[in-house]
């Protein structure tokens, strides 16, 4: 209803003000000239002098009264309307004021000055997590409690970074920055391992860039990463690092893995090869486009290769040659053109007796080979498939090729 009512009173006020101006603007082409005054004041003035002044008088006094006329209405379109609220507290004051003309009139005068508004933002609350009670026996009243009693896994508890596929982050409040530039800046500290300076961040990830701008975007980059990895990240002056004793990062626990495994044997060796191909969650780094993560791309491509071969190999010589066939069809996966793959599926093929299969594998290869890079396959190759094809008797890289039966019963 108040807006309707300054609505109309604007609309009025704006017809009021143009009617005024259309005077106005009337008046001065109706101007009288300006009188002709004696050159000497003792002169007496003729009638016509007196007229013609008295006229032009005139004509100010309009002039003057419509500008007056044009203030109050501008004032009227934009006096502001009081609302219900301050219409009543007026009516209520008017009413006490009654027969008390010594007192001030205006309501405000009785009105509080309202103090300016404090926003208070709650403290955040992170929740206890839930502990376990459990009944302990009267001779373990002393021993601690470990996390796995309390019912914490300790990847709960430290924050990690997971580098071997889409770049992910667990144990945080997100799993994705929201900045790219946060994203590639924890990934590069987890490759360097070792503590980088603003310089080579700058060029890193910004080369050729206005330094000014660059540094404001690294700035919102790392206090970013602060607020996620907490601790973890860690500056001292102009360099930044990750302390990787309060972070988890799946290439650190992938190195880890294999060094293991290549002071074990047996089930033992098989269990932490197929540990650490479980890390693999994809193409490493995937979506990190920084110059060093190419190289490093690369060499951990290479080393999940590796890998595969070597698991094969253990499958492949425990008789397993279906399994040793799927991390052969893994690998080829990733890399289409790797021989060492091929190989290694051609010998589970000829375990399982599958000729046709062997020279199938064979030739794709060999076309593959021709068609991306001019070459034939390797001699080492070629040898492995006359030797599976004429069905030597002697083993091959700890393979027993099937009877000539059962190949040509394929």
Known sequence: MIGRTAIARRLEATLAATALLLVLALGWEVRPALPQLPRSFSAPLPLSAISAMLEFAAWIVFVLLDLVLIRKVLEFAVRRTPTHTESRVRRAFAQRQRGQPAQSPDWRAHAAT???????????????????Q????????????????????????????????????TGCKKKQPRRQATTELIAYLAIQRRPVSRDELLEAFWPGDDPRRSAARLYQAVSEARKLLGDAFQRDHDTYILDRQQLDIDIDDLERLRAEAEMSTGDEQRALLERALALFRGEPLAGIDVLVAESEQRRLTALRMDLLERLGRLRLQSGDGAGAIGLAEEATAV??????????????????????????????????????????????TKRLYRRLLSQEKDDFDGVTPASPASSDSA
């Open 114 to 132: 309202l103090a300016a508004p404090v926003l208070r933002l709650p403290a955040p609350h992170t929740p206890e997590p839930q502990r376990v």
């Open 134 to 169: 459990r009944e302990a026996p009267q001779d373990d009243l002393n021993v601690p409690s470990t996390p796995a009693d309390l019912g914490l896994g300790a990847r709960d508890v430290v924050p990690s970074v997971l580098l071997l596929g889409p770049f992910e982050l």
């Open 335 to 380: 890399e289409s053109s790797n021989e060492h793959a091929t190989q290694l599926a051609m010998q589970a093929e000829a375990l399982l007796g599958r000729r046709e299969a062997v020279v199938e594998r064979y030739e794709r290869l060999r076309v593959q080979l021709d068609e991306q890079f001019g070459l034939q396959p390797s001699p080492e």
